[in-house]
């Protein structure tokens, strides 16, 4: 086995799948400005303990909407460096010619990543979070549909103000009920950053609508809870967390606001992905019986 990153940062995805557990969490609609300026003025503590080095990764994004991108990023198409390439991939369907498949990346014959992880002996798990997660109607229902498991309720939207809380009771409640042999792919739309995200600030109203300052202020809010995720997803052995955008968001930047449109606050992206080691085991206290 080799753990030990190439010089593209990447593990070996072959050792990783079937030994590890996996948690796949995407801060919906996160900019890179915003998330590399909190963590630079150390207001994310809990993330940036657990990036490499500190830092946010700055990548393009496979898809302008939330849709879009995670279809991508389901087929293994992770949001790609912000550098000349190719870039090699973590995960990837057999596709003859492919300029950026390598000897560590974990090549599968199913239609998605999902699928895959599946039939490697994973329980797949889906908690949504925006509209497209939502199981509601036809096109809600095809992200999730793609896990065995899916679970929404309204206090994981956009409109909940106390929806990344909701999230991780129902994360907890995953592991837990899950054998202790049994691996698990954990999937989380993060929906506490998307419009309306006005709620998160102190002082701001829904007359004053939501700004670049409400989104940092959702992002401090998630990085206040996000350590009960990551103590969830590697309760039960080490874990591998992938942790990105699936797009960014304009707030007026050069005239533009929203997503959907190609706009560099829109396609440019912070990830990373890393280990999450298990707790070790609390030592019994001299005495204790």
Known sequence: MNDVPDPSGQPDMNDVIGRDD?????????RYDV??????????????????????????APGNFTYASHHAMFQGFLP?????????????????GSETTVGRTFVYDAP???????????????????????????????????????????????????????????????????????????FVNVSALHQPNWFHLPGATAATGDTRETHAAALIHIDDRIGRLFA??????????????????????DGFTGHRLGHESVWTVPYAHFFLEPAAPARPQPGAV
């Open 22 to 30: 996996l948690l796949f969490v995407t801060l919906d609609t996160l």
């Open 35 to 60: 998330a590399t300026e909190l963590a630079a003025a150390g207001r994310l503590p809990t993330l940036s303990r657990n990036l490499p080095d500190g830092r946010w990764e700055k990548r393009h």
């Open 80 to 96: 790609t460096p912000a550098t000349p390439g190719p870039h090699p991939r973590l995960f990837a369907a057999r596709f003859a």
């Open 112 to 186: 998605d990543l999902v699928a895959a992880l599946a039939a490697a002996g994973y329980h797949t798990a889906c908690i949504g979070g925006v509209g497209f997660f939502n199981k509601q109607s036809e096109v809600g229902s095809v992200l999730p549909g793609l896990f065995r498991d899916s679970h929404w309720e309204p206090a994981f939207s956009v409109a909940s103000p106390g929806s990344f809380d909701a999230q991780i009771d129902c994360a907890e409640r995953i592991v837990a009920a899950l054998p202790a042999q049994r691996r698990l792919f954990l």
């Open 232 to 253: 969830a997803a590697s309760s039960r052995r080490r874990c591998f967390a992938i942790v990105c955008s699936d797009h960014g968001t304009a707030y007026g930047d």
